[in-house]
Each structure stands twice: as C-alpha cells, then as structure tokens.
C-alpha cells in the first residue's frame, strides 16, 4: 500500500497534465482509481497559483471523484421500509428510475446493473446491514463490466463511503457527488461555473470535518485543506457577489421600463425552457431532453393577448433528495425569478413519479417566495398522461403541440394585471398624433376605434400602470 502511494505521488511529479494512471485492486482493501489530470473550471476571477490548483484538484479526487472517461455504474436505492422516514408520495421503483436518469444525464456513463437497499435507518457505518452489504460486494465483484457504485441517497458520511468502498472495491458515489458531476459537465456561462465551484465546498467541508474527527493522525493535512476550502470559497463569494452586483442593475433596469416579469420553475427536465419557447416563438431557444441541461436565470421577451411585453426568466430545475447546500449558490440568480411578478409552475404530468416531484418543488418555493405572489400550476406534457390524472385547477399544456397555450397566456396576463396594479382605460386621442403615439410606445394598446363623431380621433383601449399614467398626462403639458 505504501509503495502504491509513493508510485502515485512519483507520476504525480512527472506526467503531463492530461495523462491518466489507473490502479484498481480487486482485494479486500480498496485503492482508489488514481487519474492524474486537470479538471479545470477556468473559473474568472479567481487568482489561485498552481500549488493551489493542485491541492484542490487532488481533494476534489479523493472526495468528488473522478472520472474523465464515464463509469460504468451499478446503480443501488436505499429506501426506508417503515417509520416516520419512509416516504409515501414515491415508491423504491420510481426513485431508482430517476438515479438510472441522473447516471444517464453524464457523457460516457452507463448503467450496467441496479438493485435496492431496504433499510430502517440510513445511519450504519456501512450504511447496509452485513447480509445486503455481502450480496452487493458478491454482484459488484462478479460483474467485471463494473466500475463505479451509486448509492441513490442525499448524501454518505465519509465513513460509510470509507467503508462501501474498502468492501466493493470500485468508487462509490452519492446523489450530491453525481449532482455535482451533472453540474460540473452542463456549466457554461461565467455564472454557472462560479457557482457550481460554491456548491462542491459544502460537500468538502463534511467530508474534511467527519475526517478529522475519526483520524487524529492527518492534522497536518486536514489544516492544510481547511485553509484551502476557506480561501477558495471566500474568493469565490466575492466574485459571485460582483456578478450579483452586475444582475441587479440589469434587474432595476428591467423595472425601470415597467415590463413584468413571469418566472417559469419546476423540476428538472419538466419542460420550462420548451414552454417558454411556445410561450414566446423564440425559436433562438434549444430545449434539451436531460436533467438540469439549464443551470443559468435567463430572460426571454413574449407578448401577452393583451399586447402587454412580458419577460419569460427560465430557471434552473429542483430536484429531491439532495441537501439544501448544493441549490444555495444558485439562489443569488434564482432572485432574479422569485421577485417575478407571476411564478408560473410547470411539472411533467407524463412522469409516473409526477406527484413526488410537484410536492417538492411546491415546497421549495414556498420557502423563497412570500405568500401573495401569484403561482400558476401547469401539467405540462399533457397529451401524453391520462385526463383523469389532471387536478382541475392545474392547467394542462403541451409545450410541443401548443395544446392549452393560449389559454395558459390568458391566465398568465389576468394574474399579471392584478399583481401588478396595471388599469385597463380608454384614452381619447387625435389620430396620428404625439400622444397616440407616445401611448403606442409607452403602454399597451389593445384595441383602437375611430371616433364615429369625428373621424380625427381615436378610442385607444390601454393597459398601463399608474406612473405610465401620470408620465402621460405630463407629457400632454407640453
């Protein structure tokens, strides 16, 4: 074991940054799969020297793991069998098909065999009882297509990850450990990355602190590693919050021009991007079919029937069972959606876990929002779930056939309106003149009629909030 660290610090030393080593061992003590590489962020803003890229990218190893080419997974759902823990909104079988999802959702990883856990408690050292931990390790061992463990639960202690992979001989991963794998290969904007960065030092820190807690002997190392963690996510909140900064002048400018603003949430690979794409036109946007293929607040322009302008913000998808660590840097651009005038919820009807997953996120932003702000519940994905499996006072849609859209625009402004103060008025103005034109340009025009009086004039049918109003009627002094 000794000599194995020292050839692994050796090549450490002297291979290039993209050569991979590889040492696996089928005894009963598990070395880790050793791959040497950069996995960079390329994060901005940050000024970390190569000593301390280096330190982090081999705690990120040993505690993330690490697989540039894929994994080929054996998939295990622990589930809780009775008590107050036991969940009664899913079943064990809906679970394991959405962490089947979660695995498939990474380039070059694969599910190769899947089996459950039934527990009483998530709390053993080794997390499964000694017969089901002995039945895992004979199925783990005898299938050689295996190369990685998830264990579908929120998140493992360090020791029991210590434990199931000393017995199993593969890495082991969690749903925090494969979340943030997902997160890390679907970054793209400046943003994304820096907050994806923020959401691995949480899952560091408990890794660290359960460490130093059961070896006394690693002072040296785990100090070092603390002050690294601490350094980094300073450096990383100052760049987010300059970021922030930059957002919540976009944000008083978007209020300054009165435009309102309806924020589109739901669970992860729901439907929100393809429905704001009807909902819109905005044949720039590219739905994906996968779990959080968007990780970034964006707004998109739409016209309500009323001729109003509207700002449609997509938002990154919720998920069960992952702790509250992982969505909390996401939170400075998910503001940017709970201040919206309207939250439009939209799940997949289609799911056959769709109710687990309306509950959770139902829960979840009711945390972020406070209670007037208007919520629209919307089954999206309609024409492929049972009419019967529709609440009657949630909207079914479908974003790819426009089923139920016009509708759902009808109940987007009439919420919107009353949310928002806006007066539905008629003005009389001279055709062709200033001021019909200021209000063309300022407000809503939703119907025009001339004058059958005078032909000269108009009945301009407005929507326009109070300052609109009185922005208009100084205008006409001058």
């Not at 997390?127 to 005898?142: D, I, M, Y």
């Not at 029991?160 to 969690?174: F, H, R, S, T």
């Not at 707004?299 to 992952?322: N, S």
Request: charged share 25%; aromatic share 8%.
């Amino acid at each position: 074991m000794q000599f194995v660290r020292k050839l692994a610090c050796l090549i450490t030393k002297r291979t290039s940054n993209y050569c991979k080593l590889r040492i696996t061992c089928r005894s009963n003590t598990y070395i880790p799969q050793i791959i040497i590489s950069r996995f960079r962020h390329e994060l901005p803003d940050l000024e970390d020297d190569e000593q301390e890229n280096e330190m982090y990218d081999t705690m990120s190893a040993q505690y993330l793991g690490k697989a540039i080419a894929g994994h080929r997974v054996f998939v295990v759902q622990p589930y809780i069998k009775w008590g107050r823990d036991k969940k009664r909104n899913t079943t064990p079988e809906l679970q394991l098909a959405e962490a089947e999802a979660l695995i498939r959702t990474l380039p070059n990883w694969s599910v190769v065999e899947r089996s459950f856990a039934p527990l009483l408690s998530l709390q053993k050292k080794r997390l499964l009882g000694s017969g089901s931990l002995e039945t895992l390790k004979t199925k783990v061992r005898s299938n050689n297509y295996v190369t990685a463990v998830f264990i579908s639960t929120n998140v493992l202690k360090q020791v029991q990850l210590i434990e199931l992979q000393n017995a199993l001989g593969v890495p082991v991963y969690d749903r925090y450990g494969i979340v943030i794998q997902i997160f890390r290969a679907h970054a793209k904007s400046r943003e994304a990355k820096l907050q994806v960065a923020l959401a691995e030092i949480p899952y560091f820190w408990s890794k660290i602190n359960t460490i130093a807690d059961q070896r006394g002997g690693q002072i040296n190392l785990i100090e070092s590693r603390r002050k690294l963690l601490q350094a980094r996510e300073v450096k990383l909140k100052t760049a987010l919050k300059k970021l922030k900064g930059h957002r919540e002048l976009l944000r008083s400018s978007r209020q300054k021009s009165s435009i309102p603003s309806v924020a589109v949430v739901g669970y992860t690979n729901a439907g929100k991007t393809s429905l704001i794409k009807a909902l819109t036109g905005d044949d720039s946007l590219e739905p994906k079919n996968y779990l959080f293929a968007t990780l970034d607040t964006t707004a998109h322009e739409g016209i309500l029937p009323c001729r109003l302008k509207v700002l449609y913000m997509d938002t990154i998808g919720f998920i069960q069972d992952v702790p509250e660590a992982l969505i909390e840097p996401f939170v400075a651009t998910l503001e940017d959606a709970m201040i919206a005038d309207v939250i439009v919820h939209v799940h997949d009807v289609s799911h056959p876990d769709s109710r687990a997953q309306f509950d959770h996120v139902h829960r979840t932003i009711k945390n972020l929002i406070d209670d007037e702000r208007p919520i629209i519940d919307v089954a999206n994905k309609c024409d492929l779930a049972k009419p019967d499996g529709i609440p009657n006072e949630v909207l079914p849609v479908s974003a790819v056939n426009f089923t139920g859209i016009d509708l759902l625009r009808l109940r987007i402004q009439k919420k919107l309106l009353a949310a928002t103060g806006r007066l539905s008025i008629r003005i009389r103005v001279e055709s062709g003149s200033r001021a019909a034109a200021w209000l063309y340009k300022e407000t809503a025009v939703t119907n025009a009629e001339p004058d059958p009086k005078n032909l000269q004039y108009l009945y301009l049918d407005v929507i326009a909030t109070e300052t609109q109003l009185y922005k208009f009627r100084h205008f006409l002094k001058q």
